[in-house]
């Protein structure tokens, strides 16, 4: 099966925030946690009423946003090595991730990822008998992670992998493409059926679940450069929380220590401050980081540039790009 050129696209990036614009119709904040260069690509292909996303990023990222409300968005992990977390619950390669199971996602993924988003437009299938069966499963697919056997895992894998080589297959006629879209959508939505059981939630889920809330709390207080907290001492008092309590959370949500992730998000800010036009001195100062040689040589590490590197290269970016 082939698709018009406008309905396939490939897009590679170097910077996690042009990446997360890249994914048009979902709102999306991607913070990057680990340390060096980013490197990512997305290639997206429409067949029919079903949008498949291929997304491949090199770093630790925390990704937060919302799906189009009127989809059925489910991602298929190709690779996932590391510690993977969504909306509190730990994912691995064998779970299906399920983005529009809640109005919003918080998802924590690993440096060595593939992962195809497969979202199904319910009111642009092309076989109208099949938007009742989209629907319901929509509304039954509630739970954030779905796990699945080894054999469904590796048949959805395979078949999402079909829907993204046929995209770039040799042309044929106009019929014969119509024809194959729509066993594909058929084929996609019963194999999506197929992995979508329902499940209840276990006490380790409700645990884990716990643990995604106190994060989210930490988060809170670092979207606010007046009371972005500077340490963890400082941060506790704010919250009257143990250090403990903190560490613990933490390590089992994220597999990170609460100090390497304030400093993650902080720097990550600052490079938005960058890209929005401020002065290095200024972004820096404005989330708490008064030592500059230091916070350039960590910038350095998170990012694989100087700050002074990034700034110059906005400057010579029209602000439509900023």
Not at 1 to 23: C, N, W, Y
Not at 157 to 172: D, I, Q, Y
Not at 198 to 217: P, Y
Request: net charge positive.
């Amino acid at each position: 099966m082939s698709l018009p050129a406008e309905q396939v696209a490939f897009s590679t990036f170097k910077d996690v925030h042009e990446q997360a614009r890249g994914i048009d119709g979902w709102k999306l904040d991607y913070t990057q946690i680990s340390r060096g260069r980013f490197e990512g690509t997305v290639k997206v292909a429409w067949i029919g009423g079903v949008r498949l996303v291929l997304e491949q990023r090199n770093k630790v990222i925390l990704s937060r946003g919302s799906t189009p409300s009127n989809r059925l968005v489910v991602t298929v992990p190709l690779e996932l090595e590391g510690h993977s977390c969504m909306c509190g619950e730990k994912s691995d390669r064998d779970s299906l991730h399920v983005f529009s199971s809640a109005p919003n996602f918080e998802f924590y993924s690993p440096e060595r990822h593939v992962l195809v988003n497969v979202e199904v437009d319910i009111d642009q299938l092309s076989n109208p008998m099949l938007r009742p069966q989209a629907e319901k499963l929509r509304q039954e697919a509630h739970m954030p992670v779905v796990p699945m056997s080894g054999d469904v895992a590796e048949s959805l894998r395979e078949l999402v992998k079909l829907g993204l080589a046929s995209s770039t297959a040799a042309s044929a006629s106009a019929f014969e493409n119509s024809s194959r879209s729509k066993l594909m959508e058929q084929t996609i939505l019963f194999g999506l059926s197929e992995a979508i059981e329902a499940n209840t939630l276990s006490e380790s889920a409700s645990r884990a679940i716990k643990h995604w809330a106190t994060v989210n709390l930490v988060r809170e207080r670092l979207e606010n450069p007046a009371t972005c907290p500077l340490s963890i001492a400082e941060l506790c008092v704010q919250l009257q929380l143990s250090r403990r309590t903190v560490q613990n959370a933490f390590q089992l949500a994220l597999d990170i220590n609460p100090t390497a992730y304030l400093r993650a998000v902080r720097l990550n800010y600052v490079r938005r401050d960058l890209r929005l036009g401020q002065t290095v001195t200024e972004a820096a100062l404005r989330w708490g980081f008064f030592q500059l040689g230091a916070f350039a040589q960590d910038y350095k590490k998170m990012f694989g540039e100087l700050p002074s590197e990034t700034a110059r290269k906005i400057r010579k970016l029209s602000p439509v790009f900023r």
